[in-house]
Each structure stands twice: as C-alpha cells, then as structure tokens.
C-alpha cells in the first residue's frame, strides 16, 4: 500500500477526486434534503370568496363598486413532481388592489436554488410535467421562504393572471418542478 501512494499518478487522482466530490457536493447540496425550513406566515385578514352578482358573473374590482376586503380570485392543490409535494395556493386581491399568491400548509423537500414561479404552463402529472414551467412564459416571484409551512408572495401589477394559471416550486438548478399547481378561477 505504501508503495502504491509513492506513485505520482495515485496522487494526481486523488487530488481529482477530491475536486470532483468538492464540486458536487456545492451543486447537489445533499444535506439539504435532510434540513426543513418551516415558515408560517399570517395571511390576509378577512379574505373571502368573490361575491356574484345577480348575472352569475363576479363584482367589479375595488375601486368599481365601493370598499371590499381582500378576495380569493383563484386557487388549486399541489401535486408532486420531481419530490413529493402538497400544500394549496390562493391568489388573493387585497382591499388596496394588490395580489399575492398565499401557499398554505406546504410540504416539499428542501433543495439548492428554489423558487416560487407562475407560469403559463399547463399543470402535467408525472414526469411529462417535471421540466415545461420554463418553456413558456413565467414570472419570479421570488426564492422559496421555506419548504414547509404557509408563506405570502408578492404578484407584481403587470403579471397577467388571465395568461399565467399554474404555480410551480422551481428548482433553477437543475431546470425542474418540484411541485405544481393548476390556478382555478374563484
């Protein structure tokens, strides 16, 4: 054994092998999967479904028809992608006219680079729906708080929800859903 390290070539891969587990443990971060951050943010007071009008169809937005606290304006249901992957989402008006998407009671693994997009993808089961949220149009809305718990994003005034209907937890890393959800009109 000892005669063998004396061998220039057993060094140079060593050192090699050292560089190569070094990088790969700063892309795959593993010990991520075995670390949750939990976070549980309050959402909005007093958020209701919107009301209908006598026609069938949803009253106008605030600042149309007087005062009105915040509103969902859709939702949907995780389903799991590259993890396993639950919770629901909201998209909900508050009383200013600002949006935010509310994911509540989420359960994913943790990993490198996640984010939380909306997407004009379609929500696909199985794999077919694991890479396509980056295919078309989507906007950040910003790094994943936590991967358990409820926490509160930002929709940004130009997002068009009537083009971007589905939620996606975003691994930028390796260009993959861990989960998503299909927004369904309130």
């Known amino acids: 054994m000892v005669a063998l390290l004396r061998k220039?070539?057993?060094?140079v891969g060593l050192v090699v092998l050292a560089v190569v587990a070094a990088v790969a443990l700063a892309l795959f971060q593993p010990?991520?999967?075995?670390?949750d951050e939990t976070v549980n943010e309050s959402g909005p007071a007093g958020v209701t479904a919107p009301a209908a009008t006598p026609g069938g169809g949803q009253q106008p937005p605030?600042?149309?028809?007087?005062?009105?606290?915040?509103?969902v304006l859709a939702g949907g249901s995780f389903?799991?992608?590259e993890h396993g992957t639950s919770g629901t989402v909201r998209v909900i008006r508050l009383a200013d006219g600002k949006r935010v998407l509310r994911i509540e009671n989420l359960d994913t693994s943790n990993g490198p680079d996640l984010w939380v997009?909306?997407?004009d993808q379609p929500v696909k089961e199985g794999t077919g729906g694991w890479f396509v949220f980056d295919d078309g149009a989507y906007v950040e809305l910003g790094r994943l708080k936590g991967n358990k718990g409820s926490q509160n994003y930002e929709i940004p005034a130009d997002a068009d929800l009537g083009r971007l209907t589905s939620v996606t937890i975003w691994c930028k890393r390796f260009h993959v859903s861990f989960g998503a959800a299909a927004l369904k009109a309130a």
């Open 8 to 11: 220039p070539v057993v060094w």
């Open 31 to 35: 010990w991520l999967l075995f670390v």
């Open 62 to 71: 605030q600042g149309q028809q007087g005062q009105q606290g915040p509103q």
């Open 79 to 81: 389903i799991s992608h």
């Open 117 to 119: 997009w909306l997407s």
